[in-house]
């Protein structure tokens, strides 16, 4: 993957130089871990963004950390929906994560930054991910049966709640609905929505999973 500084911390982060220093070796060693496609592309698209001054698409991205638990709660899984594409990374490393794996992401805009990331998709993986520009809590008319949803996208409660009740039907018996930053302060509304919800699963971090009886 090269050599370099990997800096990975966003705009507005204020932890000491300490705090950095261990965030920074918990991220290079879950970096390594990472399914090799998937840390490739990572490091490549984190590269991307730094030579690029894309800032925003750093801010956004998930973690390596955050990736390990995402795609370990995911495999197996071999249709994807995900909820807030943003600039496509996870997007990415979801393709990645698994040979033959098909990937739909829905966002409410076409962030112009992802077609960067994507390009550095080769064309049989590019052509495994399938965009969609409209809400997630919309869906399709009819949403396509699924093994697994990821929702990472407004984070508020009552988006969030629309997003799970949508595409609860689509998922296949045993398949997995999961919510990115849970029990996170930023972002209540996600926790409030598990909770309304009444929804039974397990929390990995930040990331709550919800498994589908059947």
Do not use: N
Not at 85 to 99: G, I, N, Q
């Amino acid at each position: 993957m090269g050599r370099g500084r990997l800096d990975l911390f966003r705009s507005d982060d204020e932890r000491s130089t300490m705090q950095r220093a261990r965030r920074l070796a918990l991220q290079t060693a879950s970096l390594a871990r990472l399914p090799r496609p998937v840390a490739t592309f990572w490091y490549r698209a984190l590269r991307r963004a730094q030579a690029d001054g894309d800032t925003w698409s750093i801010d956004v991205a998930c973690r390596p950390a955050e990736m390990r638990v995402l795609l370990d709660a995911l495999a197996g899984r071999s249709r994807v929906a995900e909820i807030g594409t943003a600039a496509a990374w996870t997007t990415c490393c979801l393709a990645l994560a698994e040979p033959g794996r098909e990937v739909h992401s829905w966002d409410v805009e076409a962030h112009p930054e992802r077609e960067r990331y994507l390009a550095l998709l080769s064309p049989a993986d590019r052509a495994r991910v399938h965009l969609h520009d409209r809400p997630g809590g919309l869906g399709p008319a009819d949403p396509p049966p699924v093994d697994a949803v990821f929702i990472d996208s407004s984070h508020e409660l009552d988006e969030t709640v629309a997003t799970f009740r949508t595409w609860k039907p689509a998922v296949t018996g045993g398949g997995v609905i999961a919510f990115h930053d849970y029990a996170d302060d930023a972002y209540p509304g996600v926790t409030q929505a598990v909770r309304e919800l009444g929804l039974q699963g397990e929390a990995r971090g930040h990331l709550f999973v919800w498994r589908k009886p059947g």
